[in-house]
């Protein structure tokens, strides 16, 4: 079965970074697109950024942009998700996920594979 293993997380102070991790296994993602989302207590689950199957395209919610990366490693069956500045408001689980095709998209229900998330708390 395909899993997806988000790491990375944790407490931070607000200005820090972090960087998250998301190993796949059961399928090879190198013809996916990738996207990171997140999910705060009693809110919905949020687009956080996106990336093409070979990292040539990326797209951030404007909200993070300009303080989060997304890259990935498709020799090691990985997305990554570096996070700068962090704020108060950035925290909530971040879950990865595996895309129907090459091109990303922002919508959660366009993507069929989900790990467990991993709890990112920011500290004011």
């Known amino acids: 079965q395909v899993q997806l293993v988000e790491s990375g997380g944790g407490l931070v102070q607000a200005g820090g970074s972090l960087r998250l991790s998301c190993a796949a296994s059961g399928r090879t993602i190198d013809t996916y697109a990738m996207g990171w989302f997140r999910q705060a207590p009693g809110k919905e689950r949020e687009f956080v950024s996106t990336i093409s199957w070979s990292g040539g395209a990326k797209y951030y919610a404007d909200s993070v942009k300009g303080r989060f990366t997304i890259s990935r490693d498709n020799a090691k069956n990985t997305v990554y998700l570096q996070m700068n500045s962090l704020k108060p408001e950035d925290t909530a689980v971040y879950y990865c996920?595996?895309?129907?095709?090459?091109?990303?998209?922002?919508?959660?229900?366009?993507?069929?594979?989900w790990g467990q998330g991993t709890q990112v708390t920011v500290s004011s």
């Open positions: 996920a595996i895309g129907r095709g090459i091109w990303g998209t922002t919508e959660s229900e366009e993507y069929d594979y």
